[in-house]
T-cell receptor
Framework: GAVVSQHPSWVICKSGTSVKIECRSL??????MFWYRQFPKQSLMLMAT?????????EQGVEKDKFLINHASLTLSTLTVTSAHPEDSSFYIC???????????FGPGTRLTVL | SQQGEEDPQALSIQEGENATMNCSYK?????LQWYRQNSGRGLVHLIL?????REKHSGRLRVTLDTSKKSSSLLITASRAADTASYFC?????????FGQGTRLTINP
């Protein structure tokens, strides 16, 4: 399978601060990146879809000004949680799509805890 | 939005028994995939079944797909303690994966 990394793997921050999560596809170029969020004991919820060089498309109920997604290159996408609050505490998982096989791969996730 | 519904939400069985989890979805799909997730960890891809397939096997896993009923099942045979995890179905349509609610499986030694 493909190698996908996320950094950091976990982060604790104070309420009101912004947190940036990086996702890299290490062995293929991802034209499309998906970002998911998973609350404890729940399933993965798709937050947004981004295509390289374009603005992200957000799912209903996800605030685009709060969750900033940058997909500036084919191997790197970032999710910035702005002005984080405790209710943003969650497990964030990126998922790049390999265009040659139309397969989605998943990063190991980033656990965000907002105090 | 979440498309799939899984049942049961939780399943606890004895080691060696078979475990069956079901997934239902609402719209047309290209394929359906099953994933495993250990507590607090990332996803592990188990198996993919395409919309034109009815059954697929991989080791102790057996997946069925009934597109007329919009449902799928995952059977794990001869369960082991290491199979304890959450299992999610995910449907692919419109070039994105949407996950079901998941089944928390506990295998008791």
């Amino acid at each position: 399978g493909a190698v996908v990394s996320q950094h950091p793997s976990w982060v604790i921050c104070k309420s009101g601060t912004s947190v940036k999560i990086e996702c890299r596809s290490l062995d293929f170029q991802a034209t499309t990146m998906f970002w998911y969020r998973q609350f404890p004991k729940q399933s993965l919820m798709l937050m947004a879809t981004s295509n390289e060089g374009s603005k992200a498309t957000y799912e209903q109920g996800v605030e685009k000004d709060k969750f900033l997604i940058n997909h500036a290159s084919l191997t790197l996408s970032t999710l910035t949680v702005t002005s984080a609050h405790p209710e943003d505490s969650s497990f964030y998982i990126c998922s790049p799509r390999r265009p040659s096989t139309d397969t989605q791969y998943f990063g190991p996730g980033t656990r965000l805890t907002v105090l | 939005s979440q498309q799939g519904e899984e049942d049961p939400q939780a399943l606890s069985i004895q080691e060696g028994e078979n475990a069956t989890m079901n997934c239902s979805y609402k719209t047309s799909i290209n394929n359906l995939q099953w994933y495993r997730q250990n507590s607090g960890r990332g996803l592990v891809h188990l198996i993919l079944i395409r919309s034109n397939e009815r059954e697929k096997h991989s080791g102790r896993l057996r997946v069925t797909l009934d597109t007329s009923k919009k449902s799928s099942s995952l059977l794990i045979t001869a369960s082991r303690a290491a199979d304890t995890a959450s299992y999610f179905c995910a449907t692919e349509g419109a070039q994105k994966l949407v996950f079901g609610q998941g089944t928390r499986l506990t295998i008791n030694p």
